[in-house]
């Protein structure tokens, strides 16, 4: 019983330290207010409950037919937090794009992101490690891919704020 809850305290303590959100570049462009970004989300290197992507589509069959909800939830919550000065969206010709790469989503939908800001060559002008939506619980309500949704979009508002704190410093 001691060893499993050590055990327990120890990936409590890895969670919470690879969960710490890090900005590791910041050089965004001055004059980014009323521009629209593209926005991207990317699950090709995510974990989701310890599968990878085409894996957990053959497990959970609805996950195709589920992920452009949880990208639009994504966007939705992102948006909502950026406010009207900024926004982000479907904007394939835009100058910058907003790319969201998924790195782990467990069972409870919680998600952890990297996010970079890119310019028309692809150039990071922004990084953030380890994006999430708050504090995972230790138990989720609903369905898997209804717990997704919801961690989407808290995940996306938290990016939001992040980015329009950031985008007001210029």
């Known amino acids: 019983m001691k060893k499993f809850i050590i055990v327990q305290l120890l990936f409590a303590c890895f969670v919470v330290s690879m969960t710490a959100q890090t900005v590791t570049k910041n050089e965004l462009p001055k004059g980014l207010q009323n521009v629209r970004m593209n926005f991207e989300v990317d699950f090709s290197q995510a974990l989701i409950l310890g599968m990878s992507e085409s894996d957990f589509g053959k497990y959970e069959q609805d996950w195709y037919e589920d992920k452009p909800a949880i990208v639009r939830n994504f966007k939705a919550g992102t948006n909502v937090a950026l406010g009207k000065s900024y926004g982000v969206g479907d904007y394939k010709d835009a100058k910058y794009v907003v790319k969201v790469i998924v790195n782990t989503i467990t069972d409870t939908g919680f998600m952890i992101c990297d996010v970079d800001i890119l310019d028309e060559g692809e150039n990071v002008l922004f990084h953030l490690d380890h994006l999430t939506g708050g504090k995972e ?34």
Do not use: D, H, Q, Y
């Open 137 to 170: 619980p230790s138990f989720g309500i609903g369905t898997k891919l209804a717990r997704m949704k919801v961690w989407a979009t808290l995940t996306g508002k938290n990016l939001g704020k992040i980015l329009k704190k950031e985008l007001s410093k210029k």
